[in-house]
């Protein structure tokens, strides 16, 4: 199955946030950039194969996986996926949360909080 990062990139501002404000990369899809709450959501298709490289490809442009929730940042990223992705339904998402390893059946963001939300669709 083909793999996609969602790296969440900060820029600072006390306006709406337009979309030429985000950064770009030459390997970024065309296409691939959102703007929501004064945040910059790029996301890419076909990059890491596993957590540990989406967190470092996504760190590497200055960014980060997205490792919050709360139901309008769902609403959001479900949408933009939807859009992105309706006919391509074989694909996997990389989001930033691992299972806690004192709890298997607990999932925690890597900021260390719980995922307490039960949108999320985890494996």
Avoid at 12 to 25: K, M
Avoid at 51 to 72: I, K
Wanted: aromatic share 14%; net charge neutral; glycine share 6%.
């Amino acid at each position: 199955p083909s793999q996609l990062s969602i790296c969440e990139a900060f820029v600072y501002t006390d306006q709406a946030l337009p979309i030429e404000r985000c950064p770009q990369f030459r390997d970024q899809p065309p296409g691939s950039t959102a703007t929501y709450n004064g945040k910059c959501y790029i996301f890419y298709n076909r990059q890491p194969l596993n957590l540990r490289e989406a967190l470092a490809f996504c760190r590497s442009r200055g960014g980060s996986l997205v490792d919050e929730s709360n139901p309008a940042l769902q609403g959001f990223i479900s949408w933009e996926l939807w859009r992105r992705h309706r006919s391509d339904t074989s694909s996997q998402y990389w989001m930033g949360a691992v299972r806690d390893p004192q709890d298997r059946n607990n999932w925690k963001w890597l900021g260390g909080d719980d995922v307490t939300v039960s949108f999320w669709n985890l494996p």
